[in-house]
């Protein structure tokens, strides 16, 4: 009786994290615009919220990635900082472990530091971006990311 009660428990609990993993993410922007086919694998949108100027030089935009999809390999001159806001994905820094980001997480990347992002394959991914100091430049896109490199094979 306690194996078959402790049998449901766990079937219950895995339902719910598998729901947890196909829901749709909140939306707190509109989606906006479809990112350029040649810097991302998949598909993502982004909209622009703190358009660029000569007196604040930053970038604020949020990005929205279908599951499985994820930016190009690129460098940021000034460097990246991304709030997620939902949903389950992955960064990773050239030479680095690839790392899973989700939901309240706060991830830097480093002026110049070759990486990628975007959302696991399970789930979609919504991230904030903030770019500081754009007179240094704003984005230096490279080559896609492998399916042996997103799925963390190498
Ligand atoms: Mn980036």
């Known amino acids: 009786?306690?194996?078959?009660?402790?049998?449901?428990?766990?079937?219950?609990?895995?339902?719910?994290?598998?729901?947890?993993?196909?829901r749709?993410?909140?939306?707190?922007?509109?989606?906006?615009?479809?990112?350029?086919?040649?810097?991302?694998t998949g598909k993502a949108w982004n909209t622009s919220l703190v358009a660029n100027d000569t007196v604040?030089?930053?970038?604020?935009?949020?990005?929205?990635?279908?599951?499985?999809?994820?930016?190009?390999?690129?460098?940021?001159?000034?460097?990246?900082?991304?709030?997620?806001?939902?949903?389950?994905?992955y960064h990773q820094i050239k030479g680095q472990p690839r790392q899973t980001i989700k939901k309240g997480d706060v991830v830097k990347c480093p002026p110049n530091a070759m990486h990628w992002h975007g959302a696991s394959?399970?789930?979609g991914l919504q991230q904030?971006?903030?770019i500081s100091n754009t007179e240094k430049g704003i984005v230096q896109w490279l080559h896609p990311v492998s399916d042996a490199e997103y799925y963390n094979e190498n």
């Open 1 to 22: 009786m306690k194996t078959l009660l402790l049998a449901s428990i766990a079937l219950l609990l895995t339902s719910c994290m598998q729901q947890n993993k196909n």
């Open 24 to 40: 749709e993410l909140q939306a707190i922007f509109t989606k906006g615009e479809a990112g350029a086919v040649g810097n991302f």
């Open 56 to 89: 604040y030089n930053t970038l604020v935009g949020n990005v929205y990635f279908e599951p499985g999809a994820r930016s190009n390999w690129h460098t940021h001159p000034a460097g990246q900082i991304l709030i997620i806001t939902d949903g389950i994905g």
């Open 121 to 123: 394959p399970e789930s």
């Open 128 to 130: 904030l971006y903030i």
